[in-house]
């Protein structure tokens, strides 16, 4: 059964840093991993997509890779502003379960 | 840009009644799906839908829920009876086709809450 863990749980850093989110999945026969921002409340916003053949995906100031053969991934948000304020969820998409496996998410902080 | 529309945004109901939540996904994709996301819990597979049956169902899909497209646009999920834990939110997405590198499109969500 896939399993992913995303560390760290809470992140609180001030505005201007880079960062690095990590995500690991147990299972590392995937299809492709999705990274998603959920605002309080609210719903999921797709941010990236990387597909099993993939390294890396860029959008903007955010950066994702994925080791698929150790099971990991990273996103990588340069030069944090306030409005990136969210928790940041990684999600699987396996050949197990033909669904996407959340993690539980890294709550992101970014101090004026 | 297509999206996928979820209805109603919030719905509050007493314990036992029925819901029905809708969806409509975008208009060309074939495959869809219910997630839920339990408050402060991770969000968690329900189940995935093509050609008019169910693809597969976790093991929260138990004989409570059930999914149906009433016609060409909705896709909708009923609860039969509900409890409260069956407060969450609800998430569907749909995949533009079968094949599983595609990418899931996400609805805004429908939060319920039970009383």
């Known amino acids: 059964k896939q399993e992913v863990t995303q560390i760290p749980a809470a992140l609180s850093v001030p505005e201007g840093e880079n960062l690095v989110l990590n995500c690991s999945f147990t299972?590392?026969?995937?299809?492709?991993l999705q990274w998603f921002r959920q605002d309080p409340g609210k719903g999921l916003t797709s941010l990236l997509l990387?597909?099993?053949?993939?390294r890396e995906q860029t959008s903007g100031r955010l950066n994702a890779s994925l080791d698929k053969s150790s099971g990991r991934s990273t996103l990588y948000i340069a030069a944090s502003q306030p409005g990136d304020s969210a928790t940041y969820l990684c999600a699987v998409n396996g050949s197990g379960r033909r669904a996407l496996t959340f993690g539980s998410g890294t709550r992101l902080q970014v101090q004026p | 840009e297509p999206e996928v529309t979820q209805t109603p945004s919030h719905q509050v109901t007493q314990m036992g009644q029925e819901v029905i939540l809708r969806c409509v996904p975008i208009s060309n994709h074939l495959y869809f799906y219910w997630y839920r996301q339990i408050l402060g819990q991770k969000v968690e597979f329900l189940v995935s839908f093509y050609n008019n049956e169910i693809s597969e169902k976790s093991e929260i899909f138990d004989d409570q829920f059930s999914v149906e497209r009433p016609d060409g646009s909705n896709f909708t999920l009923k609860i039969r009876s509900t409890k409260l834990e069956d407060s969450a939110m609800y998430f569907c997405?749909?995949?533009?086709?079968?094949?599983?590198?595609?990418?899931?499109?996400f609805g805004p969500g429908t939060r319920l809450t039970v009383l």
């Open positions: 990387i597909q099993s053949s993939q």
């Open positions: 299972d590392s026969a995937i299809y492709n």
């Open positions: 997405a749909s995949r533009e086709d079968s094949s599983d590198f595609n990418e899931q499109f």
